[in-house]
């Protein structure tokens, strides 16, 4: 009887569960796989081709014949003619071809100087006056912006011009542009004093009529 009751009082032993290191690294690299086979399965696969180096499309050459019209134009009056392209030469739309000297006073004033010569191109510029100094050598250009106000508004209105001085220097042109400027009534300040490259400037005579010695 002894005996029995002794059996009666044994309990089993419950181990407790311990949560070590190599557990949560094995769960951390099964749930990322888990995560990477669902994304690999629902996602587009990238295909992979062996390609080889090489051109796509093959040149071909054909020889052909490009016909476009012509148009003889004839000009209105007669004079030096001046051609700005040569034979064979590319024109865009509305490029300058040639013009004609009628009076041909550009043509004798230039054939003092030397007797081959070419005009190479022609610019239009917007120059308000010309003050000419009989001493200076080179032309400056000055940008002068003349104040105005407004009466309404009584707010100051600039506008621009340009004005060719003959001088020698840069203090010359100064002095050159202020002594022309001398007559005018309005406002003014000079914006820049800039040396061109230009070495002389003639009148044009555009009615054609010969000027009387």
């Known amino acids: 009887m ?8 044994i309990v089993p032993y419950r181990r407790r569960f311990h949560l070590n290191i190599g557990i949560i690294i094995f769960a951390f690299v099964f749930i990322y796989f888990v995560i990477y086979l669902i994304s690999y399965l629902t996602q587009n696969n990238i295909a992979v081709y062996e390609v080889q180096y090489g051109q796509i499309a ?5 020889t052909g014949l490009v016909l476009r019209p012509e148009q003889v134009f004839y ?30 006073n550009i043509s004798e004033e230039i054939s003092h100087f030397t007797s081959e010569f070419s005009v ?34 009584a707010v100051e209105k600039k506008s621009i ?3 060719l001085v003959a001088a020698d220097s840069f203090k010359e042109a100064f002095d050159n ?3 022309g400027m001398k007559g005018t ?3 003014f300040e000079i914006n820049t ?16 009529e010969s000027k009387e010695a």
């Open 193 to 208: 004093i800039q040396e061109t490259l230009i070495m002389d400037v003639y009148d044009a005579n555009l009615s054609g």
């Open 2 to 9: 002894k005996s029995k009751r002794r059996k009666r009082k």
């Open 161 to 163: 011009s340009q004005i």
């Open 177 to 179: 542009f202020m002594e």
């Open 75 to 104: 000009a209105n009056d007669a004079g030096s003619v001046n051609y700005y392209k040569k034979e064979g030469d590319k024109a865009g739309y509305n490029d300058l071809i040639c013009s004609v000297d009628k009076a041909g």
């Open 120 to 153: 190479s191109a022609v610019k239009r510029t917007k120059i308000a006056e010309i003050f000419r100094e009989r001493t200076g050598d080179k032309w400056y250009l000055v940008k002068v912006a003349f104040i105005t106000l407004d009466e309404k508004t």
């Open 185 to 187: 009534m309005a406002d």
């Open 58 to 62: 093959k040149n071909k050459s054909y």
